[in-house]
């Protein structure tokens, strides 16, 4: 089966990898900068054992997107959410769509490209496994968890066969793969991982142990899932075991626990899933980039939240600070290491 990656950073370039040693035809599609460097040497992914995994593959230009795609059987996106509307409108008006599989983090994306192609052609990822940048084209496992859920939006047979496929190469490999039915379940789940210390790190520039050591930081992380369930409730969405978690057993008492027993228990299961890894978000501001998958992350919360009339205030609150800084409007120094400054303006102060 012929399968492009699209995004050469750590996830992109972990997949293909895998892919490729499995078996798959694998074309990487890349950001000029990188195109010439992926071109020359193999992708390389080193494993905490010290394994290292090589793969070569075909490198094409983000600019030969369109051709590509309609010579692929599946369309692996990795890239960051906001680069998610021109890439289905990239999509718009093919003769062949592709299938596509987006192992994006955040909510709305799956819709953005069934927009593109149609849901019947979409396919949801939701990926576990923390992953360093070393340089283009090679990556480091920062927690060798190897999980991966897959679900079809649409659950036609050529979509269960296309996302069979995947699935059998990475569990090839040795990644554990889990199916889904509702990959609104898949991703709302995954969103609540994503969302978790992210951030309250990237604005304080703490650890997401420190923050959740912290009374007045944890708590607002407990208020933003208590709100992140409640629309889920709303949404009739059931989350699912995701990352080895059974959080369809744990959010039930997330709900209904007071926030000072839910915090140490949150710190936990934060400080386990990431590893090594600081969030993206507190990535994305060090890096200096002008935008962040905020929107879709605390900002998916509450924008559904907004349509199904539950309060969301710290997710929108959390949303805007990140958005803010990024862009400049606001001095990032004004909330390193002041979790009351956050917690002023979740209140309106």
Not at 84 to 110: F, H, K, M
Not at 214 to 232: I, N, Q, T
Not at 307 to 320: C, D, F, I, Q, Y
Request: glycine residues 10%; aromatic residues 6%; contains cysteine.
């Amino acid at each position: 089966m012929r399968v492009t990656v699209v995004g050469a950073g750590a996830i992109g370039t972990l997949i293909a990898t895998w892919l490729r040693r499995a078996g798959a035809e694998v074309t990487l599609v890349a950001r000029a900068a990188y195109r010439d460097a992926l071109a020359r040497t193999p992708l390389e992914v080193l494993l905490q054992n010290g394994e290292v995994l090589r793969a070569s593959v075909h490198v094409v230009d983000e600019g030969d997107l369109g051709p590509t795609a309609e010579e692929t059987d599946v369309l692996v996106i990795t890239v960051k959410a906001y680069d998610t509307a021109p890439l289905a409108d990239a999509l718009r008006g093919l003769s062949r769509p592709p299938y596509v599989l987006t192992l994006q983090n955040g909510v709305g994306n799956e819709e953005a490209f069934a927009s593109a192609v149609g849901e019947d052609r979409v396919l949801s990822g939701a990926l576990t496994t923390p992953v360093h940048v070393m340089q283009p084209g090679r990556v480091r496992v920062a927690r060798p968890s190897f999980k991966v859920g897959l679900a079809p939006v649409r659950a036609t047979q050529e979509a269960l066969a296309r996302l069979r496929y995947v699935g059998d190469a990475l569990a090839a490999g040795g990644f554990r793969v889990r199916y889904a039915s509702d990959y609104r379940g898949l991703k709302w789940s995954k969103l609540l991982m994503n969302m978790t210390a992210n951030a309250q790190s990237a604005l304080l520039g703490w650890t997401p142990a420190r923050v959740f050591a912290h009374p007045l930081a944890g708590r607002l992380e407990v208020y933003a899932w208590k709100e992140a369930l409640e629309v889920m409730a709303a949404l009739h969405i059931s989350a699912i075991p995701c990352g080895g978690y059974p959080l369809p057993l744990a959010l039930p008492l997330v709900r209904r626990l007071p926030a000072s027993w839910v915090r140490p228990l949150m710190g936990r299961f934060a400080a386990g899933g990431r590893g090594e890894k600081m969030p993206s978000l507190y990535l994305d501001l060090e890096r200096g980039r002008r935008r962040t998958e905020a929107p879709w992350l605390n900002g998916a919360v509450a924008r559904a939240a907004a349509r199904v009339g539950v309060p969301a205030r710290v997710n929108g609150t959390l949303e805007r600070l990140v958005e803010e800084v990024a862009r400049g409007v606001t001095d990032r120094e004004m909330f390193r290491g002041r979790p009351e400054r956050i917690w002023a303006a979740v209140q309106g102060g």
